[in-house]
């Protein structure tokens, strides 16, 4: 897949959303899978992020004849949906794909749907009920859950164990191929491949 800038393409763009939170204690983090994501992708196609905007981050590409604009909603997580609404309304558009972290998956797994419900994650559930639709793509990464259940907050706000890492990277990895397929082919391409993946 190559990604470039665009200027002014005259299309719909895609919305990619990766949910994090700002500032360096939380770079690398469970919670900030996201943004892992999107960093990702930046950093390999020499991509600039625009961080003038308090509140988000964008970084704006062209895929073949897709625009795509990659969000960081940069007012913590559990505040994500007024700032995905904000520029899902600049952009008239209606194509989203949100990246987040799950506890629910083994470390290192995805999983892709077309809707849902937030699963209980903050994060969603504030985009969920500022959109006020489930009817978007979603693409979930696991990132395990904490042997004791009620240490979830300090977990998911921690760093990944060195032997964690493997598995996420390879994570990172599938979501950016799945994004591809998604965005080149279609979603249910893309989960007929990596919903089943180990």
């Known amino acids: 897949m190559k990604f470039?800038?665009?200027?002014?393409?005259?299309?719909t763009p895609w919305?990619?959303?990766g949910l994090g939170n700002p500032g360096a204690k939380y770079k690398n983090t469970r919670h900030n899978i996201g943004w892992s994501v999107l960093?990702?992708?930046?950093?390999?196609f020499n991509i600039d992020v625009n961080k003038k905007n308090k509140d988000y981050y964008i970084?704006?590409?062209l895929m073949k004849k897709s625009k795509i604009i990659m969000l960081y909603p940069a007012t913590f997580i559990n505040n994500s949906g007024d700032i995905v609404t904000q520029i899902t309304k600049k952009y008239n558009s209606k194509k989203i794909i949100v990246i987040y972290d799950d506890i629910n998956l083994e470390t290192g797994r995805i999983r892709i749907r077309k809707n849902g419900s937030s699963g209980g994650?903050?994060?969603m559930k504030s985009i969920i009920s500022s959109l006020a639709t489930e009817e978007f793509t979603r693409i979930r990464?696991?990132?395990g859950e904490p042997i004791i259940r009620s240490e979830q907050i300090s977990y998911v706000l921690g760093k990944f164990q060195p032997e964690e890492k493997i598995l996420i990277n390879k994570s990172i990895d599938r979501c950016i191929n799945a994004l591809e397929i998604i965005l080149e082919t279609n979603i249910d391409e893309a989960m007929n491949i990596?919903?089943?993946?180990?």
């Open 15 to 17: 919305i990619i959303v």
């Open 194 to 198: 990596f919903n089943s993946q180990q």
């Open 39 to 44: 960093d990702r992708i930046n950093n390999k």
């Open 141 to 143: 990464i696991g990132i």
């Open 4 to 11: 470039i800038d665009f200027s002014d393409k005259i299309n």
């Open 121 to 123: 994650h903050n994060g």
């Open 59 to 61: 970084s704006t590409l």
